[in-house]
């Protein structure tokens, strides 16, 4: 039944289109850059398509290649899991988890000692940054957060974590507020420089049209700060309002450091979305934090 499957050509293809590289696939296959070409092009010839895009100096996935890829990664990282299960002692206990700083210190940090408490056995890595990680390419990363209004239909989507965006200040700042009745002339601000700035400001425009409040769009004084979690301290220290997310001052609001100014007054965000690379949520370690995640963004 599969004694015509190229193995070793599928190897090589595997890991020259998850690294974009042949030198570097020939390295970490132990085997010459000559050897993987001519493995690839062996593999072209029996599927009757390229699978890449060559430039000189990188290579790209065609769309049948990117197809194939997908195909071929999940294929040999269940059997990889499959032989590393069988094993007397595991060779992996580990995970690692991408997201943004934001995430990571305002919602997931804060209810990880749930899950190491669930799963002691198993070890998560948390990387932060801005830029996302592309889960097809990168075998390193396990399992990534994502904060955006887009499908990811190459990936597969375990959990999904809706939210809206409110104002909020600290609560004696909301109380004075509430009792002057300040609310014609435009407070101090709190804003983040997102890199994408414009979804930051359309967010307040949209606010202050929901509020009916125009003048907020030329606040006297604005703090700007480059994190989300930064902006929130400056808020819970009394130094403005903040537009955010009720993803991010769920844990504050809770804990009574932020009030919402207006709550009832809300515009639609984005949604926070765990991924990973087709096949990989049945590894263990990622099966259990995908389910343990699942629960937390369902309460």
């Known amino acids: 039944?599969?004694?015509?499957?190229?193995?070793?050509?599928?190897?090589?293809?595997?890991?020259?289109?998850?690294?974009?590289?042949?030198?570097?696939?020939?390295?970490?296959?132990?085997?010459?850059?000559?050897?993987?070409?001519?493995?690839?092009?062996?593999?072209?010839?029996?599927?009757?398509?390229?699978?890449?895009?060559?430039?000189?100096?990188?290579?790209?996935?065609?769309?049948?290649?990117?197809?194939?890829?997908?195909?071929?990664?999940?294929?040999?990282?269940?059997?990889?899991?499959?032989?590393?299960?069988?094993?007397?002692?595991?060779?992996?206990?580990?995970?690692?988890?991408?997201?943004?700083?934001?995430?990571?210190?305002?919602?997931?940090?804060?209810?990880?000692?749930?899950?190491?408490?669930?799963?002691?056995?198993?070890?998560?890595?948390?990387?932060?940054?801005?830029?996302?990680?592309?889960?097809?390419?990168?075998?390193?990363?396990?399992?990534?957060?994502?904060?955006?209004?887009?499908?990811?239909p190459a990936l597969h989507t375990a959990a999904t974590l809706p939210e809206w965006f409110g104002v909020y200040g600290a609560p004696g700042l909301i109380a004075q507020m509430a009792k002057t009745r300040a609310a014609k002339a435009a407070p101090a601000l709190v804003t983040v420089r997102w890199r994408d700035s414009d979804l930051y400001e359309q967010g307040w425009l949209a606010w202050c049209q929901a509020a009916r409040m125009p003048a907020w769009r030329e606040p006297e004084a604005v703090h700007a700060y480059a994190e989300e979690h930064y902006a929130l301290q400056a808020a819970i220290a009394g130094q403005g309002l903040v537009l955010a997310s009720s993803v991010m001052v769920s844990d504050s609001v809770r804990a009574g450091t932020l009030a919402a100014y207006r709550p009832r007054v809300r515009v639609p965000g984005a949604a926070y979305t765990a991924?990973?690379?087709?096949?990989?949520?049945?590894?263990?370690?990622?099966r259990a934090f995908l389910a343990w995640l699942t629960r937390e963004f369902q309460a």
């Open 1 to 152: 039944m599969f004694s015509t499957l190229p193995v070793t050509a599928l190897r090589a293809f595997e890991a020259a289109a998850r690294l974009r590289s042949f030198k570097l696939a020939a390295a970490e296959l132990a085997v010459t850059p000559t050897a993987v070409s001519h493995q690839i092009k062996s593999l072209e010839r029996q599927v009757g398509f390229a699978l890449f895009d060559r430039a000189p100096r990188s290579v790209k996935l065609t769309d049948k290649g990117a197809r194939l890829f997908i195909s071929v990664h999940g294929a040999l990282l269940d059997i990889a899991q499959t032989l590393d299960g069988l094993r007397p002692e595991p060779a992996s206990g580990a995970l690692t988890l991408s997201t943004t700083h934001s995430f990571a210190a305002l919602w997931l940090v804060p209810r990880l000692g749930r899950f190491h408490q669930a799963f002691p056995q198993y070890q998560l890595n948390l990387q932060t940054g801005a830029d996302p990680v592309d889960l097809l390419q990168d075998a390193s990363v396990d399992v990534a957060v994502r904060y955006s209004r887009r499908a990811y």
């Open 275 to 286: 991924l990973c690379a087709p096949g990989r949520e049945r590894h263990p370690p990622v």
